[in-house]
């Protein structure tokens, strides 16, 4: 899971890199024609709006595949929880599960709006690209969070099976002098 986690980081951090890179320039041309050249540049924040949210989103699910994530670490760092692999496994299977069942609603309910913009063909006001665009970038999101959430958990079993096996290798008095 580290090599798949590093292989995704990679690829896209420079990614990443070059969005965050046009938003510091489309913002920057925005402040500049509205305080130097003094005119309205209404475009600007509707891309931003658009590089933005779909970031926020894309950016959260490979910090969540990296178990990154801003999580409540208050009872999950305890040492009477760190030392009890088993309710440690635990505690980790059911914050992923739960990121899960969230997410896929999510997904359902996206895929539910996306579906209409598509028949309407909803634009937006400025740059009158389709509605469905900026919620295809929370789309992406939250099923990469998904996929992420489903190897998260089958990951966590696989460390948790490995565990339990040494601590049985170890009752048995398999272990060496």
């Not at 009872?75 to 496994?89: A, F, H, L, N, Q």
């Not at 599960?97 to 709006?113: D, G, K, P, S, W």
């Not at 900026?134 to 490995?162: H, P």
Request: net charge positive; charged share 20%.
């Amino acid at each position: 899971m580290d090599t798949f986690s590093r292989r995704v980081h990679r690829v896209m951090m420079p990614i990443f890199g070059l969005v965050g890179t046009a938003m510091i320039l489309v913002s920057t041309y925005g402040v500049f024609a509205r305080n130097v050249l003094q005119l309205s540049a209404p475009w600007t924040d509707e891309a931003l709006k658009l590089l933005d949210i779909c970031m926020i989103f894309i950016v959260s699910a490979v910090v969540f595949l990296r178990d990154e994530h801003i999580a409540l670490t208050l009872i999950e760092d305890s040492t009477r929880v760190k030392s009890r692999p088993r309710v440690y496994g635990s505690m980790k299977i059911f914050q992923y599960l739960l990121a899960l069942v969230i997410h896929v609603e999510l997904v359902r309910e996206l895929y539910a709006i996306i579906a209409k913009q598509i028949t309407t063909n909803e634009i937006t006001t400025v740059l009158e690209y389709p509605l469905y665009f900026l919620n295809g970038g929370i789309l992406i999101g939250c099923v990469l969070t998904v996929i992420f959430a489903a190897l998260r958990i089958l990951d966590q079993m696989q460390k948790m099976r490995g565990t339990a096996a040494k601590v049985a290798a170890g009752a048995d008095g398999g272990g060496s002098l």
